[in-house]
């Protein structure tokens, strides 16, 4: 669904990425973590071709990203800023929105179908007629991935979806995400900090470090010495309730 080769960004002379390279499979979730600064956004934001990479090329499901018009960008990738802008329109009106690479000038009753369904899917029935401009940060946060998921995009990018988001709304809304990636045979990009939260929701995991891949793969990477070299954190990672977890050791 995904293959990035040997991708580097710089901020004008500012070197940020270099040789970044993995592919991910439909039906996977993949989470970006390191250190703040690292480049985890940026990296997003290559993906989505909001930046030209200076070096490296992305196939988005076998197309090169860049060679597309931003409404085909659109319709293969639903991308969730860290900050999402709040203009004045109601919350169901936003997430309609989403539907606009696929519509053109007529909203049909299928987009309408949608819109409900993913409403009713983030339990957002009591928000859909509140304006966004007056919510609250994780109010406005599901809005926008529910936007985003109403686009029915092949490759979901998910800046720190859940940083505003009390705990039972960040399990619901990483399960909502991963029932999606299962269901549809998509995939799914998700920058976070909570490791124990990623440990939790994603299938692979990839450390970022000093603007390159520390280490990429299944739960197995996640050990105390990638925690240690990638955060400077010594930690006990163990096994509770099926799931690993990370606990640092002061
Ligand atoms: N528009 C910009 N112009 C110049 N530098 C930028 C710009 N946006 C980000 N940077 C810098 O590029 C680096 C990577 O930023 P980025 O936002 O990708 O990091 P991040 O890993 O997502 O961080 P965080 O975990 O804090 O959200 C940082 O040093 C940041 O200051």
Not at 115 to 125: A, F, G, N, P, T
């Amino acid at each position: 669904m995904l293959n990035v080769e040997e991708l580097g960004f710089n901020y004008k002379t500012r070197k940020v990425l270099e040789q970044i390279h993995f592919n991910l499979k439909p039906g996977e979730v993949l989470a970006i973590l390191g250190p703040n600064g690292v480049g985890k956004s940026t990296l997003l934001r290559c993906i989505n071709s909001i930046h030209s990479p200076a070096t490296g090329t992305i196939f988005v499901d076998g197309e090169e990203i860049l060679s597309l018009e931003k409404h085909e960008v659109a319709k293969r990738i639903g991308y969730v800023p860290q900050r999402s802008e709040a203009g004045r329109l109601t919350a169901y009106d936003a997430i309609l929105l989403g539907r606009k690479p696929h519509i053109g000038w007529n909203i049909k009753e299928r987009d309408h179908k949608i819109v409900r369904s993913v409403i009713m899917k983030l339990e957002l029935e009591n928000l859909a007629l509140r304006y966004i401009n007056e919510m609250s940060g994780g109010e406005l946060q599901r809005v926008a991935i529910a936007r985003a998921l109403v686009q029915e995009p092949k490759l979901l990018l998910l800046d720190e979806p859940t940083s505003s988001l009390d705990l039972k709304k960040q399990l619901e809304i990483l399960r909502t995400v991963r029932q999606v990636v299962k269901e549809n045979n998509v995939s799914a990009v998700i920058t976070m900090h909570d490791i124990n939260l990623a440990l939790r929701f994603a299938d692979r995991y990839m450390f970022l470090k000093d603007g390159t891949i520390f280490a990429h793969g299944e739960h197995d990477i996640v050990v105390p010495e990638t925690i240690e070299q990638v955060y400077g954190v010594s930690a006990t990672v163990e096994q509770l309730n099926g799931y690993r977890i990370v606990i640092p050791n002061d």
